[in-house]
């Protein structure tokens, strides 16, 4: 992680500040109303160094709503919203990048036809010669985006080529390399594997653990359990705007966060509806019972 000062603008600086009890992040009660609409109410949550923090709902629930305040964009409307220990309020999601909160939205703000290593530094470009002859460093940038992502794990052929022709999969890794190199310490990946096929979704979820295992704490944001599962330390589902579970990794099980996601309540009436239309085998379905499980809530200052 050398040179990131050599940017023209902007690299996100590493706070120096002492993590209170190993918390970057933190959110207590926090909510947000657009208007009349409250989208979130109550919500707690805590953002450690190296260990994933998952944020799980079903569509509408309030899961960009959330990421929104802490990366910046809209500022919560109730509650309390701490960093380092301290309350904040962004103005801008410069504000966030200058604590270290990095966000990496599923519309990668990249450009296209621009090779892997432009778009590594893009807006951050590392320059060489004096003012008024200043010009772009193209050898250093290139050099330093191939060290970077190959220590990220991430081996591409050609770094010339435009961004454009990676998958979607790839794209999302560099970006995620990229926040790592700019010093970030909370990554923010708003449903990094949505639009994903099973195979790059692995790739994606290696490199999450890895930016976990460079000492960043991640907030993953998904629809999908079994993402969740397989590099989460901690869980918290929403629904419709509230914190329906949040729960460590030893307090809960997949199934047990499956059936959170899937509504025990719910997928009961589904099935008596279904039950009416001929040709549908319900008793394959699951009890109500069976999709309701107690999950003991995690008890406070638990990771
Ligand atoms: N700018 C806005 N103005 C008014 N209402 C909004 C705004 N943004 C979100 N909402 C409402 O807030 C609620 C939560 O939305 P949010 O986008 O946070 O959900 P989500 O969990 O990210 O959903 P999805 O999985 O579809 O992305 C929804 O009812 C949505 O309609
Ligand atoms: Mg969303």
């Not at 890895?210 to 869980?235: C, E, K, Q, S």
Request: glycine share 10%; charged share 20%.
């Amino acid at each position: 992680m050398t040179d990131k000062n050599s940017g023209t603008h902007g690299a996100i600086l590493q706070d120096a500040a002492p993590e209170k009890d190993g918390v970057i992040v933190e959110l207590r009660n926090a909510g947000k109303a657009y208007g009349n609409i409250r989208a979130l109410h109550g919500v707690s949550l805590q953002v450690r160094p190296s260990q994933v923090t998952c944020v799980l709902g079903d569509n509408g629930a309030g899961k960009s709503t959330l990421i929104k305040i802490i990366s910046g964009l809209h500022q919560h409307t109730e509650g309390e919203f701490l960093v380092d220990g301290a309350p904040v309020r962004f103005s801008t999601p410069r504000d966030a990048l200058d604590k270290g909160i990095a966000t990496v939205y599923q519309d990668l703000a990249t450009v296209p036809l621009m090779p892997v290593w432009r778009n590594f530094f893009l807006g951050s470009e590392m320059t060489k010669g004096p003012w008024p002859v200043r010009r772009l460093d193209i050898e250093k940038m290139k050099k330093t985006a191939d060290e970077e992502l190959r220590n990220m794990g991430i081996i591409l052929d050609n770094l010339e080529q435009p961004i454009g022709t990676l998958s979607g999969g790839q794209r999302q890794c560099v970006a995620i390399a990229r926040a790592v190199y700019f010093g970030a310490r909370v990554l923010i990946l708003d449903e990094p594997t949505a639009a994903l096929g099973v195979k790059q979704s692995g790739v994606v979820l290696k490199y999450i653990a890895a930016a976990r295992d460079r000492g960043l704490g991640v907030i993953f944001i998904t629809h999908n359990p079994h993402h969740a599962y397989m590099v989460g330390d901690h869980f918290s589902v929403l629904r419709l705007g509230t914190m329906e579970l949040t729960a460590s990794r030893d307090q809960v099980s997949l199934e047990e966060l499956t059936n959170h996601m899937a509504g025990g309540a719910e997928l009961a009436a589904l099935k008596h509806e279904l039950a009416q239309v001929s040709g549908v085998d319900v008793e394959e379905l699951p009890e109500q019972e069976d999709l309701t499980a107690p999950v003991a809530a995690a008890p406070e200052g638990t990771p």
